[in-house]
T-cell receptor
Framework: GAGVSQTPSNKVTEKGKYVELRCDPISGHTALYWYRQSLGQGPEFLIYFQGTGAADDSGLPNDRFFAVRPEGSVSTLKIQRTERGDSAVYLC???????????FGQGTRLTVV | AQKVTQAQTEISVVEKEDVTLDCVYETRDTTYYLFWYKQPPSGELVFLIRRNSFDEQNEISGRYSWNFQKSTSSFNFTITASQVVDSAVYFCALSEPYYGNNRLAFGKGNQVVVIP
């Protein structure tokens, strides 16, 4: 597709369960970012990939969060043992790298009940 | 510490009025980038502008204009003759090369409501 695609658009899960959120970036974009946006707040940086490697994962809140990008394109954000505080919109963005413009997907709204 | 401050939480204006959104940032770098994004109810962040720290010229794009004042660390955004379609949350963001990538530090956003 032309833009950044995120699936699912909505995910409801029970506390303690494992979830995976998928991001399909714009074709040819080497840089990929995950952000988390809580209600009434701006997005907060989680992790950055340049190609296949996680170049900066300093924003991940704890070791329950993990992300991969095995082939340098699609990325999956994985959350283990979900907690109610993980409820938020998870946004993915991609860019050509450097300080070029980042394009965002519509996000996955995660609700942990 | 908050790197980007957007003090006004919600702003309501009547259609055709102008609205200015304030953004104050904090950085120790001499080279940095500032951004504005629009987030309509659909949730997707829409890029509006990127400005590097060495370019202090004000910019106008249609009904949008930006005022970059390095001396006061501000990058304000004005919508002229607002329309209902301008109703959205607007985020100011900062990128610092120190981190070696384009990670963005966002402010809390300004909710703009344009009343017909």
């Amino acid at each position: 597709g032309a833009g950044v695609s995120q699936t699912p658009s909505n995910k409801v899960t029970e506390k303690g369960k494992y979830v995976e959120l998928r991001c399909d970036p714009i074709s040819g974009h080497t840089a990929l970012y995950w952000y988390r946006q809580s209600l009434g707040q701006g997005p907060e940086f989680l992790i950055y990939f340049q190609g296949t490697g996680a170049a900066d994962d300093s924003g991940l809140p704890n070791d329950r969060f993990f992300a991969v990008r095995p082939e340098g394109s699609v990325s999956t954000l994985k959350i283990q043992r979900t907690e109610r505080g993980d409820s938020a919109v998870y946004l993915c963005a991609s860019s050509m790298g450097g300080n070029t413009e980042a394009f965002f997907g519509q996000g996955t709204r995660l609700t942990v009940v | 510490a908050q790197k980007v401050t957007q003090a006004q939480t919600e702003i309501s204006v009547v259609e055709k009025e102008d609205v200015t959104l304030d953004c104050v940032y904090e950085t120790r770098d001499t080279t940095y980038y500032l951004f504005w994004y629009k987030q309509p109810p659909s949730g997707e962040l829409v890029f509006l502008i990127r400005r590097n720290s060495f370019d202090e010229q004000n910019e106008i794009s249609g009904r949008y204009s930006w005022n970059f004042q390095k001396s006061t660390s501000s990058f304000n955004f004005t919508i002229t003759a607002s329309q209902v379609v301008d109703s959205a949350v607007y985020f100011c963001a900062l990128s610092e090369p120190y981190y070696g990538n384009n990670r963005l530090a966002f402010g809390k956003g300004n909710q703009v409501v344009v009343i017909p």
